[in-house]
């Protein structure tokens, strides 16, 4: 099995940038002379992002809880996906990323163990961590760390969700302020990309879950035991009251969203939308409604599948914003940030490319990561989240400091200090 044989001893390793030759090399990769970088961090903590690998370190951290569409596996069935995750930042960012899996589900542990391993790392990814914790859990963390935390279930889906959604209007012609939304999911996707859409300027959207539509007097939102979530939503959405089922809530909508589960949807509901209508079934693998059937009526599909045209993947997104956050040495990830990079991803494809079957890049379009890092570096230092470019090295992989830049750097943290051989290092 191919599959199998890939996966034999992991997907990933670790390896030194520095040959270690000889004594002279070890003393200086090690003790010795180590240690002086050591007491240089100690003074100044903000050179650990120049002077280890934290300046491109990100930790990808699971509690297993809900894996692909798998669910609930626990941490060490999630490893596979972690080494995956890891293997992506690398290709298409060329950042570190860690597998962290959790054997907890416990929120207070996981925030717990997640800030105490902070200070290894530029970058928080939590990944497949199951609703309604996962709020909490990246709310908390946000709250505690000086680092970004993304969840990219929530957050690398809802950008890409934006991108796609802003090109395939353009494809039918049509404003996103004006056209009404109808979302199947109400969980972290569902929720995170509902928040993102509306801060992009949509003004009439309804999301139903798996008891109908959601509103205000709902039975289960109505009441003291009503989720937070499903609050929010009933409190931002369904302006007209619209009750009832998806099926019935789909009926002369512009857009659909999907990100619930398989065929919630038939080709007639989607024949009863408005003309020249967009259709996201995102459920993976089995979609909200067959793509094939809904493209006799929608004038634009899109999937979560690889086998269909405008596959929504989250590897269009999440290796771009942490090189563009790691980059800025960003203190966290904000909207502003997420909103440039769907602009960012969505001008990837040109007046002249763009067709109703190509409303998103390839994963493999060399210029993705690096347009979304650009604009999120930008977002960041405009948003007062990182420190302005001060030209001293850059925290990216891809921003080395050059000879000059690194000895300036060096005479400047290791002054009056011993270096090899007994001298010192001068101005």
Known sequence: DRTFLMHLGGKISMQSKHPIRNRDDL?????????????????????????????????VVTDGSAVLGLGNIGPKAALPVMEGKAALFKR???????????????????VAIVKAIAPGFAGINLEDISAPRCFEIEARLREALDIPVFHDDQHGTA???????????????????????????????????????????VR???????????????????GEGGGEALRWIAEHTNAEGVTGSL??????????????????????????????????????????????????????????????????????????????????????????????????????????????????????????????????????QDSGEAPKPNGVAGAGAEEEPDGAAAEAFAAEAFEGRPVGGGGVIQR
Not at 49 to 54: F, G, P
Not at 168 to 197: C, E, Q
Not at 279 to 294: C, G, K, R, Y
Request: net charge negative; aromatic share 4%.
């Open 247 to 380: 099926k019935e809530a789909v009926r002369g909508a512009d857009v659909f969203i999907g990100v619930s589960a398989p065929n919630v949807l038939a080709a007639e509901d989607v024949a009863a939308m408005a003309d020249r209508a967009v259709v996201f079934a995102l459920a993976n693998p089995d979609p909200e409604v067959d793509p094939s059937a809904a493209a006799e009526t929608a004038a634009v599909v899109a999937t979560g599948r690889s086998d269909y045209p405008n596959q929504i993947n989250n590897v269009l997104v999440f290796p771009g914003v942490f090189r563009g956050l790691l980059d800025a040495q960003s203190r966290t990830v904000n909207t502003e940030m997420m909103l440039a990079a769907a602009r960012a991803l969505a001008s990837v494809v040109s007046e002249d490319q763009l067709n109703a079957n190509y409303i998103v890049p390839s994963v493999f379009h060399p210029e993705v990561s690096k347009v979304v890092a650009a604009a999120v570096r930008q977002a960041a």
């Open 92 to 110: 298409f960012a060329d950042i570190d990323a860690w597998p962290i899996c959790l054997d907890t589900q416990d929120a207070d542990e996981i």
């Open 159 to 201: 950008i890409v969700v934006l991108a796609a959604l802003t090109n395939a209007l353009r494809v039918v012609g049509k404003d996103i302020a004006d056209v009404r939304v109808v979302m199947s999911g109400a969980g972290a996707a569902g929720t995170a990309i509902l928040k993102l859409l509306l801060a992009a300027g």
């Open 27 to 59: 003393s200086m990769v090690y003790t010795p002379g180590v240690a002086r970088v050591c007491m240089a961090i100690a003074e100044n903590p903000e050179d650990a992002r120049r002077l280890t690998i934290k300046r491109n370190s990100v930790a």
């Open 204 to 222: 009439n959207a309804v999301v139903a879950d798996v008891h109908g539509v959601v509103h205000a007097k709902r039975d289960d939102i109505a």
